[in-house]
Structures are given as C-alpha cells and as structure tokens.
C-alpha cells in the first residue's frame, strides 16, 4: 500500500489519455449515460420517424399522408408520395349513413413545423384498408361536400357570435362577422 499525499501528481491514465475521470480501483470508466428516446422533447424525436410513413394533421384541418424523408431543428418536415386525405363525416351526404373520403396526390410536400397539430405513424398492415366507417369516393364528390359542410358551419358559427352579442358576450373577431 503507498502513502500518498495531495501535493502527489495523479497516476497516469492506464486505458489511452482520453481526459475524464481516472478508473476507480482498476475499473474501466462508466460509458456516457445515453437518454431514451422517450426523453426528447423537441424534433429530435422525429428521428425514429424518419423513412416512415405518417399522417400528419395540420392546423388548418388537412390531413396528409407520406413518408418523412427530412425534418430540421423547426420541426419543419418534407414528406414523400405524399396524399393530402379529405374526410366527409357520415349524414353530410344525402342518403350515404357512412362518411367518404378522398386522397389527392401532393407528390412532395414540405410542411412548416408550426403548422403541424399531430403526427403519427402508419401501421402498413392497415394501409390498404379504408378508415373504420368511411368509404373511398370520388375527388370531386368529396372536395364539394367538404367545402358545403365548411359553408354551413360557417354560418353556423356566425349566427353563433351575433346571437352571442346581443346578450352582451364579445368575441375576438366579433368586428369582422357583424361587419
């Protein structure tokens, strides 16, 4: 056993001078502590996404349907073969009980981070089958009763905020509908 004192210089690194701290009793050194990747919060989560195919809701209501080739610090995506997918909720249509839908080819299609509500991976297996309680239809069919429905909840809501004004509520784009 040696008798060492604090004005000693420490013993030399045994496993390659590579800073840190020296091996304890001969022990090699702890390797660097890795996180999970449960633990990122920010867009390095999307690594695992990457080479993927995800639906992705945007904040304007579309869906999209592709695979995540790259993404950025900003959460900004570029998503390949992408589909933009229209949805019709079941009773819109006239005498259909089940609700429609319609994918439109977007080809590739870069989306801004902050534009982006939800994403999640597509189970390939179920790819080919359509939503639960949805049926394939024409574009067209699809685009004109989404674009009516969107009319009508418009009004809807207009009809909404004045009644709402005249019992004294004010919204934050009151002065563009009374207008």
Do not use: C
Not at 114 to 142: F, S, T, W
Not at 147 to 172: H, S
């Amino acid at each position: 056993m040696e008798n060492l004192t604090i004005s000693d210089p420490p013993p030399p690194m045994q496993h390659g001078g590579g800073g840190g701290m020296p091996p304890v009793l001969g022990r090699p050194p702890p390797p660097p502590q890795q996180l999970p990747a449960q633990m990122f919060t920010t867009a390095a989560q999307l690594l695992d996404l990457t080479d993927k195919k995800l639906m992705v809701a945007l904040r304007d209501g579309r869906k999209l349907l592709g695979i995540l080739r790259s993404w950025d610090q900003f959460a900004n995506l570029v998503l390949q073969s992408t589909k933009e997918r229209i949805f019709v909720p079941p009773g819109t249509a006239p005498d259909q009980p089940r609700g429609l839908y319609a994918d439109i080819d977007r080809g590739l299609f870069l989306v801004r981070g902050e534009n982006v509500l939800l994403l999640g991976e597509i189970d390939l297996d179920k790819d080919d089958e359509p939503p639960p309680g949805y049926d394939l239809a024409d574009v067209e069919l699809v685009q004109n009763l989404a674009k009516q429905r969107k009319l009508n909840d418009k009004t809807k809501e207009k009809k909404k905020v004045k009644m709402l004004a005249k019992e004294g509520f004010e919204g934050e784009n009151l002065g563009e509908i009374l207008f």
